[in-house]
């Protein structure tokens, strides 16, 4: 069946990198495209962008300048890297797959950003 | 970007009442709505895709309608576990998600 399950630092310091990955199941990543999206605590949702079946990439234009989406179709895994962090990137990062709707969802990971 | 507006942020209903929650589009988005239940410490569950597709496994309760900039999704006899914050998104160009509506019992 269809899995996504996120990974990555819990906490990251003001200024540095965020890196998380997505390891995925049940699904090709060449024939399918996978998205990230995320939640400030108590908060609404904002899509930061995603890489297609392609391997095309495309950003909320807000996030674009500081946002990085990759993937290793080997491994079954799709990369987020987003520099330059601050304490409003504080969120639950959720990856996602993207088949016409956002079908399917991970359990998310919460990462906050503090010294 | 396209906005989406939710209403109401908040609604207290009873068992069995017949709820509608709506979402309103900054510019016609051609039917590419769709709408998530997110419980609390859970992550969102497609409900209904396009506008009024329920997606596999949805109660048939749960029910979509729209078109143009304005799209409604309805409950037709609320239940207790239907407790929960619902989120619209719109596709028809990048994705952006509604602010929510929070739904509880009454």
């Known amino acids: 069946q269809v899995q996504l399950k996120e990974s990555g630092p819990g906490l990251v310091q003001p200024s540095q990198t965020l890196s998380l990955t997505c390891t995925v199941s049940?699904?090709?990543?060449?024939?399918?495209?996978v998205h990230w999206v995320r939640q400030p605590p108590g908060k609404g949702l904002e899509w930061m962008g995603g890489i297609w079946g392609d391997g095309s990439t495309d950003y909320n234009s807000a996030l674009k300048s500081r946002l990085s989406i990759s993937r290793d179709t080997s491994k079954s895994q799709v990369f987020l890297k987003m520099n330059s962090l601050q304490t409003d990137d504080t969120a639950i990062y959720f990856c996602?797959?993207?088949?016409?709707?956002?079908?399917?969802w991970g359990q998310g990971v919460m990462v906050t950003v503090s010294s | 970007d396209i906005q989406m507006t939710q209403s109401p942020s908040f609604l207290s209903a009873s068992v069995g009442e017949r709820v509608t929650l709506s979402c309103k589009a900054s510019q016609n988005i051609n039917k590419y709505l769709d709408w998530y239940q997110q419980k609390l410490g859970e992550a969102p569950k497609l409900l209904i895709y396009n506008t009024n597709n329920l997606h596999t496994g949805i109660p048939s309760r749960f029910s979509g309608s729209g078109s143009g900039t304005d799209y409604t999704l309805t409950i037709s006899s609320l239940q207790p576990e239907d407790v929960a914050t619902y989120f619209c998104?719109?596709?028809?160009?990048?994705?952006?998600f509604g602010a929510g509506t929070k739904l509880e019992l009454k």
């Open positions: 998104l719109q596709r028809n160009s990048w994705p952006t």
């Open positions: 996602t797959r993207l088949l016409g709707a956002i079908d399917y």
């Open positions: 049940g699904f090709s990543l060449t024939s399918n495209s």
